[in-house]
């Protein structure tokens, strides 16, 4: 079974703060892709990440970085230094073997002035 | 602006009825997918196409169907409709299948579908 969770429903940090979403997931595949996408208030999707099972290496990109770690099936996501811009549902997600995709139910995350 | 379009933006409908979704990918883009994100049911995945052929389906009602036309652009069908099926629709593309390299996904602005 494939299952994706994010455990933290919602999350207040002020701006400026380090924060970390927190992503688990569940497969027996040996090859799938780990996603993250962003859903600001305004509603659209954004693409933020898509990581391979094969690839471990930690990714940075800007005030944004991922945390692959296969051992404990997590692939987490820190924003530094949290700007107001960053307050968005965050959805992190799996692409199995088969291309289906299976997502957490999001994180929102506020971030104050 | 990603370079997907959905039509319509917003579909007012009663149950029973059918409506159809557009989705044009960004230029050049041979994967297309579908989602579903309601209240109840959270983002869901629907389906995906790749030049023209379905690769996965995911939780699709045999009520919905799609295709991936020749010039790539795709049709979500919703049929038989019921108050559950509203609900927000995304499309999104990306240029290939998931294997190998950068394969980042451009969604469109999704159609909101009421069902009274």
């Known amino acids: 079974a494939q299952k994706v969770t994010q455990a933290q429903t919602e999350i207040s940090v002020v701006e400026k703060e380090d924060v970390t979403l927190d992503c688990v997931y569940e497969?027996?595949?040996?090859?799938?892709?780990l996603f993250w996408y962003k859903q600001p208030p305004s509603g659209e999707l954004v693409f933020l990440i898509r990581?391979?099972?094969?690839?471990?290496q930690n990714e940075i990109s800007g005030r944004y970085s991922w945390n692959f770690q296969k051992s404990t099936s997590s692939f987490n996501f820190t924003i530094t230094a949290s700007q107001v811009v960053d307050s968005a549902v965050y959805f992190c997600?799996?692409?199995?073997?088969?291309?289906?995709?299976?997502f957490g139910s999001g994180t929102k995350l506020n971030v104050k002035p | 602006d990603s370079g997907v379009t959905q039509t319509p933006k917003h579909l007012i409908t009663a149950t029973g009825q059918r409506v159809t979704l557009r989705c044009s990918p960004r230029?050049?883009?041979?994967?297309v997918y579908w989602y579903q994100q309601s209240l109840d049911q959270g983002l869901q995945f629907l389906i995906q196409?790749?030049?023209?052929?379905?690769?996965a389906k995911g939780n699709i009602l045999e009520r919905f169907s799609a295709q991936q036309f020749p010039d790539l652009h795709s049709e979500l069908n919703l049929s038989s409709l019921e108050l559950g099926d509203s609900a927000l629709y995304f499309c999104?593309?990306?240029?290939?299948?998931?294997?190998?390299?950068?394969?980042?996904?451009?969604f469109g602005p999704g159609t909101r579908l009421t069902v009274l």
């Open positions: 230029s050049g883009d041979l994967s």
């Open positions: 196409y790749y030049n023209g052929e379905e690769r």
């Open positions: 497969t027996r595949d040996t090859t799938y892709y």
């Open positions: 997600a799996l692409e199995n073997n088969f291309n289906k995709f299976y």
């Open positions: 999104a593309s990306s240029a290939r299948l998931a294997g190998g390299g950068d394969n980042e996904q451009f």
């Open positions: 990581r391979n099972s094969f690839d471990e």
